[in-house]
Structures are given as structure tokens and as C-alpha cells.
T-cell receptor, first 117, second 115 residues
Framework: DTEVTQTPKHLVMGMTNKKSLKCEQH?????MYWYKQKAKKPPELMFV???????INESVPSRFSPECPNSSLLNLHLHALQPEDSALYLC????????????????FGPGTRLLVL | AQSVAQPEDQVNVAEGNPLTVKCTYS??????LFWYVQYPNRGLQFLLK??????LVKGSYGFEAEFNKSQTSFHLKKPSALVSDSALYFC?????????????FGTGTRLQVFP
């Protein structure tokens, strides 16, 4: 089973709203990722969590706040977003975060399509 | 820095014909290469990866990819295309800037299989 689930599937929010995206996996993976994908573009990495600790922040604006409450769950808290933040937000996970001794595959969820008005 | 290039925005092929989606890479060190497929309004699905070993890698749904070190290529292939293969295909290379996996994606190639 290589399933990563994401909720909600779609989200519409105003620029003053606060909302959260949720990602879950029950594969025992210890690395989890958030990507942002604009239309007709490749996914771009936002954050990486390794063993529930933030290990990479790709200079993402502070209006995006990730959280990893436990090894199965990854949240992305959204606040004061801009219309240009509208995109497909993809979560991924891999079994082992340390690439020096592992060549793991990242498995992606179906994504949350976000529209900021 | 690691990178991959997908030179074709779109590939058109008739159903039943062989298909090739091209990818070239630029890496320092050993390349770890991946192919993903994305159907409309869906996430990415893993197809196959090259780490080491045989240059011909077999993956899901009848796809395979050939790793060519001299040409720095990792082209995706399928002997007989299906209409249901129509999707967006991404080649990716694994970067390792901080000891943690980071995938760098190509710009994607849209495959259109015509009946």
C-alpha cells in the first residue's frame, strides 16, 4: 500500500481567512514533503520533514506554516494568502529521509486544489 | 546543481504504436532518476526509477526507461501505447543538498495517444 491521502480535495478561501491542509500516510514513512504546483508547471518543493522535524524550508513565505504533529500526519496552515498562491498543493512521503544510505521513492497524494480570492 | 530537461512539451502517438518521452539529465555524482505520471486533476504517480544496475528499468503499466550514461539520457518508453496513457509525464532527479531527498522535476511532457 503506497497511499498518501490529502484533505480537502478543493479549497476556496479569501485573503483574510485561515485554513489548513491535511496530509496523512500510514506506511511508516519518516519523511514527508509539501510541494506547490502551478498550472502546467512542475511541482516545486516547499518543505521537508524528517522524523517529524523540519529539515528544509525552500524560502517559503511565512503565510505558509507547516506542522508535523506525528509521524503519520502533516499539516499546512494557511493565513493571509494572496491570489498568486492559488495552486495544487501536493503532499508526498518516503520511507527514509537520509539519502546517503537509502534511495527511496517519494509517493504523492492526490493534492488539494486551492483557490484564493 | 542537479537538473533534468524534457525537450518536448507534447508527444503525439497513435494507439498501438511505440512511444518515447525524452529526458536528459545533468548531475554531479551518481544520478538517481525517476519518472512520474500525472493524470488531469490528480497527484503524481510513481512509474519507475533508476538507482544503479541494469540500464533498462521496468516500471508500472508496461512502461520502461533506458538509462544511457554516455548520452546522459533517461528516456521513458512503452512498446504499445494506449489511449489511457494520455497524461502529463515528469522526469525527476534526486538532489541531496542537506542530506535529505529533494526531487527536481523537469518541465513535463504531455503525451497524447490518439485512437
Amino acid at each position: 500500500d503506497t497511499e498518501v491521502t490529502q484533505t480537502p480535495k478543493h479549497l476556496v478561501m479569501g485573503m483574510t481567512n485561515k485554513k489548513s491542509l491535511k496530509c496523512e500516510q500510514h506506511m511508516g514513512h519518516r519523511a514527508m514533503y509539501w510541494y506547490k504546483q502551478k498550472a502546467k508547471k512542475p511541482p516545486e518543493l516547499m518543505f521537508v520533514y524528517s522524523y517529524e522535524k523540519l529539515s528544509i524550508n525552500e524560502s517559503v513565505p511565512s503565510r505558509f506554516s507547516p506542522e508535523c504533529p506525528n509521524s503519520s500526519l502533516l499539516n499546512l496552515h494557511l493565513h493571509a494568502l494572496q491570489p498568486e498562491d492559488s495552486a495544487l498543493y501536493l503532499c508526498a512521503s518516503s520511507r527514509e529521509p537520509f539519502s546517503g544510505r537509502a534511495r527511496e521513492t517519494q509517493y504523492f497524494g492526490p493534492g488539494t486544489r486551492l483557490l484564493v480570492l | 546543481a542537479q537538473s533534468v530537461a524534457q525537450p518536448e512539451d507534447q508527444v503525439n502517438v497513435a494507439e498501438g504504436n511505440p512511444l518515447t518521452v525524452k529526458c536528459t539529465y545533468s548531475v554531479s555524482g551518481n544520478p538517481y532518476l525517476f519518472w512520474y505520471v500525472q493524470y488531469p486533476n490528480r497527484g503524481l504517480q510513481f512509474l519507475l526509477k533508476y538507482i544503479t544496475g541494469d540500464n533498462l528499468v521496468k516500471g508500472s503499466y508496461g512502461f520502461e526507461a533506458e538509462f544511457n550514461k554516455s548520452q546522459t539520457s533517461f528516456h521513458l518508453k512503452k512498446p504499445s501505447a494506449l489511449v489511457s496513457d494520455s497524461a502529463l509525464y515528469f522526469c525527476a532527479v534526486r538532489d541531496d543538498p542537506y542530506g535529505t531527498d529533494k526531487l527536481i522535476f523537469g518541465t513535463g511532457t504531455r503525451l497524447q495517444v490518439f485512437p
